[in-house]
């Protein structure tokens, strides 16, 4: 027998995530859903009678009707698989709003259970509830629930059992709307069951409403399914349009979301909902953003916060990540004395250990730097910064919820340039969905930490936490900046309107922070162990052949059998060794120099000089294209090749502390340019798919590139004329 399937769904910030966590646990599996790159969480539950479930976590949604890709995502779930059960998790504190979506639901015809969550904060709040009642009004069953603690799951599970056992036909709930739009939805249902127009999937009257909501999605299918029955509904939809907007100024739309409200008004008036004190009262989050999101006080204590993010990143991962470079030290060592010389073990050696090291070295700060941010958002206080931010965004021409798109790639480090540029998908204005998008890229994602806090550790110790709070200050600054002058240019118009809801102050659960913690770092090792490993020994290849020429072999035999015949006595055996190792690591370098990708780097030197790039640089950043880890990576294996002392286990660090060509200075420069440069190459897939061309992909690459270049020339030409490259 298959497990049940079990949807939970409901509004963004009502628990629907904590809920997933305390019902599954670390029986959980992360992917995406087919087609779209908003991710998907399944995970096991086993009920206390033994049966099995399968409980998949949808993206929050406050509406059906498709405006962003989460809301479609949730939809077409709910009607293409159609779960045995939907838990619909509703904010006890805020349930009139909450119950639109349930509505939804139940006009869809859906199996639900309603989740009365967070019961305890409306307790706080003076409000009362009675689940048996709203329980009778609504048909459904009705539990309350405490996610957080788990108070309330086992009955709500019990209950969502015993629905999907019975397996009783569910019937649609049925509201009037009014009588234009009720006449226009007979009609409509009508038509759609004669010609059997899309039956196979939605409900007649379900489908009209779509239609009279103008639900794109929706339109879309029906043109495609059958032009001539689309044609004909659209004509209905025009009409009744037409004529509530001459009789009542209004739209269609707006008819349905008021009757919705009214007929869940009507429910909770019957005495499911009652009130110990003035409702407007001012709550305990209310009074905490009266502090935190104030126009002078708030943008100060934000600028704190991720201050102290970067100092607890840093002085608390400082020590796992100096265990896992002796682990990897010993392990090279062990290793260069275990194989014979040859392809395989510089392969492991250079490609693999010092190559896929430098990336797995940082696992702890990743995991350190998630764990802080997971606190940040699990606790309401991102979207707070969101809030706050939306007046600065306006400045720049940029709509608040470009806000949230900044954040996730990167914003407060640690993101992802690609679910950032997904996040544009819920702007209206494709000119500020476009800006957002193309700008994304400029935070300090988690690809290009690793370089961050390599260069920052290695040249800045002493202030590395303060500088990575520069830094971030300085992408804000850049990206807003190139929105502006995009907004100016080839994006011109108007900024639309912000509104967004301030979710309730939680304290965040400590299970809920391992998940999240985890399932970020995991995706960051499985990345390293996947495309990082391959990439690493892709440039090892590139740097090992096609090896010296003929000729330079002999050149460097030649000189081998001099010093060796210059040195005959024994006491000056140490003399003769140090003058071969000298030779060697010549060697190790010419022939480093001569392979395919030394060409490239020396190639680009011509023009890399006025940043202050070397040529290893130069490969390290064409690697970087395909994943900015890779930088880290390439310089580990360049540097490695580059010197043959199997004692010689100096970390990364280390080693371009004592390398002449580098400074504080190139460090900079390098730093500034690795922040601004072409997004990795599935974010330019990702920009190129969003725009619709891939003109804006190239262009990113382009004028990213071009930006980069020239700031990195400025911060090194002009740390060299104030002399601080010593």
């Not at 690697?623 to 580059?642: C, D, P, Q, R």
């Not at 922040?675 to 061309?693: N, R």
Request: hydrophobic share 45%.
């Amino acid at each position: 027998m298959s497990p049940l399937t079990i949807a939970l769904a409901g509004n963004p910030n009502a628990g629907k995530t904590t809920l997933f966590n305390t019902l599954t646990g670390a029986r959980q599996h992360v992917g995406n859903y087919p087609g779209v790159t908003v991710e998907k969480k399944a995970g096991a539950y086993t009920f206390a009678t033994g049966e099995e479930a399968t409980i998949i976590d949808l993206p929050g949604t406050y509406s059906l009707t498709a405006y962003s890709v989460e809301e479609v995502v949730a939809r077409d779930y709910l009607v293409q698989e159609k779960p045995d059960v939907v838990i619909n998790i509703t904010d006890a504190s805020n349930l009139e709003r909450n119950l639109y979506l349930s509505t939804q639901f139940l006009e869809l015809g859906v199996p639900m259970v309603i989740a009365l969550n967070m019961i305890d904060v409306a307790q706080d709040r003076g409000i009362s509830l009675d689940a048996q009642r709203l329980s009778g009004l609504l048909k459904v069953p009705v539990i309350p629930i405490i996610a957080r603690s788990g108070k309330g799951t086992p009955e709500l599970m019990a209950a969502a059992l015993d629905l999907a056992q019975k397996n009783a036909p569910w019937d649609p709930l049925y509201i009037s709307y009014g009588e234009d739009v009720d006449l226009a939805l007979q009609a409509m249902a009508q038509r759609i069951n004669t010609a059997g127009f899309m039956t196979n999937s939605y409900a007649p009257r379900w489908l009209a409403l779509k239609y009279l909501e103008g639900d794109s999605q929706i339109r879309e299918k029906g043109r495609r399914a059958d032009p001539v029955v689309d044609g004909e509904l659209q004509e209905i939809v025009t009409k009744v349009g037409e004529h509530l907007l001459k009789t009542m100024e209004t739209y269609p739309e707006a008819i349905i979301a008021d009757h919705r409200y009214g007929y869940i008004k009507s429910v909770l008036r019957q005495e499911v909902i009652t009130h110990k004190f003035d409702i407007d009262r001012l709550h305990a989050s209310d009074r905490i953003d009266k502090v935190l999101t104030n126009r002078f006080m708030g943008p100060l204590i934000m600028l704190a916060v991720l201050l102290g993010l970067y100092k607890f990143t840093f002085t608390y991962s400082q020590l796992p990540v100096a265990w896992f470079a002796v682990f990897f030290d010993w392990l090279s060592g062990n290793l260069s004395t275990l194989l014979p010389d040859g392809h395989l073990k510089s392969m492991l050696i250079s490609g693999v250990i010092h190559g896929m090291g430098g990336v797995l070295g940082f696992v702890p700060l990743i995991m350190f730097m998630f764990f802080g941010i997971a606190i940040l958002e699990d606790s309401g206080y991102l979207a707070r910064v969101a809030f706050m931010m939306d007046r600065v965004f306006r400045i720049f021409g940029l709509h608040g919820s470009s806000v949230m798109a900044y954040i996730v790639s990167g914003g407060i480090a640690g993101g992802c340039a690609v679910p950032g540029v997904m996040a544009a998908r819920t702007l209206r204005s494709p000119r500020e969905r476009l800006a957002t998008l193309l700008t994304v890229s400029f935070m300090n994602c988690g690809a290009k930490l690793p370089v961050l806090a390599l260069l920052t550790a290695t040249f800045f110790s002493r202030s590395q936490a303060q500088l990575m709070f520069l830094l971030t200050l300085l992408a804000w600054g850049v990206a807003l900046t190139a929105a502006k002058i995009l907004r100016l240019t080839v994006l011109r118009g108007e900024s639309t309107p912000f509104v967004m809801e301030l979710p309730p102050y939680r304290f965040p659960t400590f299970q809920g922070l391992l998940i999240h913690t985890w399932e970020r770092t995991w995706q960051y090792i499985k990345k390293a162990g996947t495309t990082i490993l391959a990439i690493s020994i892709l440039i090892w290849a590139m740097m090992t052949f096609p090896g010296l020429p003929h000729s330079e072999e002999e050149n460097f035999a030649r000189q081998r059998q001099e010093v060796t015949a210059s040195f005959t006595q024994t006491t000056e055996a140490l003399h003769l060794k140090e003058k071969l190792a000298a030779i060697d690591t010549a060697q190790a370098g010419s022939a480093l120099r001569h392979s395919i990708a030394g060409k490239i780097g020396t190639t680009m030197e011509t023009v890399s000089w006025l940043p202050g790039f070397d040529w290893r640089t130069n490969i390290a950043l064409v690697g970087g294209f395909a994943a900015k880890e890779v930088i880290v990576t390439t310089l580990g294996t360049a540097y490695s090749l580059g010197d043959t002392d199997p004692k010689n286990n100096a970390s990364l660090s280390e080693t371009l502390a004592k390398d002449p060509h580098w400074n504080p200075v190139v460090a900079l420069a390098l730093i500034v340019f690795v922040m601004f440069y072409a997004p990795c190459f599935v974010t330019v897939v990702c920009i190129s798919k969003e725009s619709g061309s891939w003109k804006w992909g190239l262009f990113s690459i382009c004028f990213n590139t071009a930006f980069a270049f020239s700031l990195a020339t400025l911060v090194y030409q002009g740390g060299q004329l104030l002399g601080l490259a010593g």
